[in-house]
């Protein structure tokens, strides 16, 4: 089967998307380990410098190495958009390295194998599981919005820090696993 590797072209024009001026912004690492965005604003004006920067796909499926939004969150703890990288490809190296690392940040997951214990204290589901990153213990709040459907038959479990863990299909879990999972994952 051949696959057409053309990159997607949207015509994004006219719906309010801020796409940033890649010579006129610099991405960069802190000492503190934070990504910081430094947008230049011209003689006589000073720049505008972002922290704690972080990046998401816009069309992750569509689109997944193009328009990559760049985000940060403000004093108040909102969400706020920097502005758009329309092809990352045309950033520098070390900034097009820095994007991946975010981006791999941010959408990295971990898949379930086993379950090999669950326990319910103070409102929270206590998980000691068997991953494709080898063995982990969360905590996950039991509540509705924590476990959400995944395909057809799996579930995503967003832990206490809003880590991502997958069960791509209950029905392949080992029947004791699928058992301990429904008891507390039910819905």
């Not at 965005?37 to 011209?42: F, I, P, R, Y």
């Not at 004093?75 to 920097?82: A, D, K, N, Q």
């Amino acid at each position: 089967m051949e696959t057409d590797n053309t990159p997607t072209v949207l015509n994004l024009e006219g719906v309010g998307v801020n796409f940033l001026a890649l010579d006129q912004m610099e991405i960069i690492m802190g000492f503190d380990n934070f990504l910081y965005v430094v947008l230049k604003s011209g003689p006589g004006k000073e720049d505008l410098t972002y922290r704690g920067v972080f990046a998401v796909l816009c069309f992750p499926v569509t689109c997944p190495h193009q328009y990559v939004s760049l985000r940060y969150i403000d004093t108040s703890g909102e969400e706020r958009e920097i502005g758009v990288v329309r092809d990352p490809s045309e950033l520098p190296a070390e900034a097009r390295r820095f994007i991946a690392a975010s981006l791999a940040n941010y959408y990295f997951e971990f898949e379930i194998l086993r379950i090999f214990k669950i326990e319910l204290r103070y409102n929270l589901l206590m998980f000691d599981v068997g991953t494709d990153h080898g063995p982990r213990q969360f905590e996950m709040h039991w509540r509705g919005d924590r476990a959400q459907n995944y395909g057809k038959e799996g579930k995503v479990l967003f832990d206490i820090f809003e880590n991502r863990y997958i069960v791509r299909d209950i029905r392949k879990l080992s029947p004791e696993d699928q058992e301990l999972f429904t008891r507390f994952i039910y819905w």
